[in-house]
């Protein structure tokens, strides 16, 4: 419901009943995350991850954290885990197709952004995913992706909801 300082503060009482509850624990660690307290989040996802390395959420929550903190170059090795250890995590890969975009990593953002377009509400993977075919020599495939950005643009600009499926 939006209200993560609440959430949060659930959470805390809960630990205090069963302090070595790993799920209560990641429960508030999604919750700091989520009210985007990056920097504690990004300080328990490393706590957690400590206990549970093959928890793909807890990478996510490290990456998307870094992210949010500027730190792109240490955001791709936990979002690359989280994607490895879920391949079908669309948060993920947008994340992960973001960063390397804006590290000048364009061709290796491709598969990324593509498993993530079907989340694309406000076309703004579509429009890294143009930059990425840009930088990657791929001059049509850009021109036909940034189109598509400019249509859903468009179409959010007049109130319009449109609902495609994945890869569109």
Not at 24 to 53: F, I, N
Not at 84 to 99: D, I
Request: charged share 25%; hydrophobic share 40%; no cysteine.
């Amino acid at each position: 419901q939006g209200r993560h300082g609440d959430a949060i503060k659930e959470w805390k009482a809960a630990l205090e009943l069963a302090p070595s509850d790993a799920r209560l624990q990641q429960e508030l660690a999604t919750s700091v995350y989520m009210s985007r307290d990056y920097a504690a989040a990004e300080k328990m996802a490393r706590e957690l991850l400590a206990q549970d390395p093959e928890s793909p959420e807890l990478h996510f929550i490290l990456g998307d954290s870094l992210v949010n903190q500027q730190q792109m170059e240490q955001a791709l090795e936990p979002l690359r885990k989280a994607v490895q250890l879920r391949a079908e995590y669309p948060a993920a890969h947008a994340v992960l197709g973001r960063a390397l975009v804006q590290l000048g990593k364009g061709p290796e953002a491709i598969p990324h952004l593509r498993a993530a377009l079907g989340t694309d509400s406000d076309g703004s993977l579509h429009f890294l995913l143009g930059r990425a075919y840009q930088d990657a020599g791929q001059a049509e495939l850009a021109a036909q992706t940034l189109k598509r950005y400019q249509e859903i643009r468009n179409s959010t600009a007049n109130g319009e909801i449109e609902i495609t499926g994945p890869g569109r």
